[in-house]
């Protein structure tokens, strides 16, 4: 029985520190990320050798970014020929007149007298 519970005590241990871990690892790079990930929980989320494992993430990195082939530009010059607008000729001219009549014409809702004696003095 107590047994039992060790082994529950160390399984929710290693269960937590699984999650721990995956939230952590959320925000880590993508490139140390499987490096650090497929180590085993010990005493420490990621290893005790956490630095050394990063350092040769790094140096395995830079090893093979000299390998890697160094895409080259193509060095044809290309001369781009602008062509003329296609609005050069402008907006078709529209017949005023036929313009005025469609356009309705507002009237006040009200008539303003002309003679506004009421505002003079005598």
Not at 33 to 52: A, I, P, Q
């Amino acid at each position: 029985m107590l047994s039992d519970a060790g082994r529950m005590l160390a399984e929710v241990h290693h269960a937590e520190s699984e999650s721990r871990r995956n939230l952590v690892s959320v925000d880590i790079n993508r490139q140390f990320k499987d490096t650090l990930t497929n180590v085993s929980v010990d005493g420490w989320l990621f290893g005790e050798n956490l630095e050394d494992r990063v350092q040769a993430a790094k140096a395995l990195e830079r090893s093979s970014a000299d390998l890697k082939i160094a895409k080259t530009r193509s060095k044809i010059k290309r001369t781009y020929v602008q062509k003329a607008s296609l609005n050069s000729r402008g907006l078709p001219l529209i017949n005023q007149e036929s313009v005025r009549q469609s356009r309705p014409v507002l009237q006040p809702l009200y008539k303003v007298e002309q003679n506004r004696s009421h505002y003079q003095r005598n």
